[in-house]
């Protein structure tokens, strides 16, 4: 009696054991899992994400420098 009882908590254990790191690690965990299940999917195409396509890191100066061309040219000014 006393082996089955030993073994009971010992799997008891086991088991709080593996609930707790999953809920300590959750989003790492899901991030391993969402990557892991991407790589196996054989329909995946890392060229079709959307995400790869990044707008520009500076759109306002892009959008000055269309209209600053159209305009009158303008001096650059050194201020000490």
Known sequence: MG?????????AAVLLGWA???IACKP?????REAIDRN????????????AIRA???PSSAA???????SAPSTAVKSV
């Open 64 to 70: 000055d420098t269309d209209e600053s061309s159209s």
């Open 56 to 58: 520009p890191l500076n």
């Open 28 to 32: 790492c965990l899901e991030m391993g």
């Open 40 to 51: 196996l999917n054989p329909d995946y195409d890392p060229d079709d994400d959307n995400r």
């Open 3 to 11: 082996a089955i009882t030993s073994a009971v908590i010992a799997v």
């Open 20 to 22: 707790t790191i999953e």
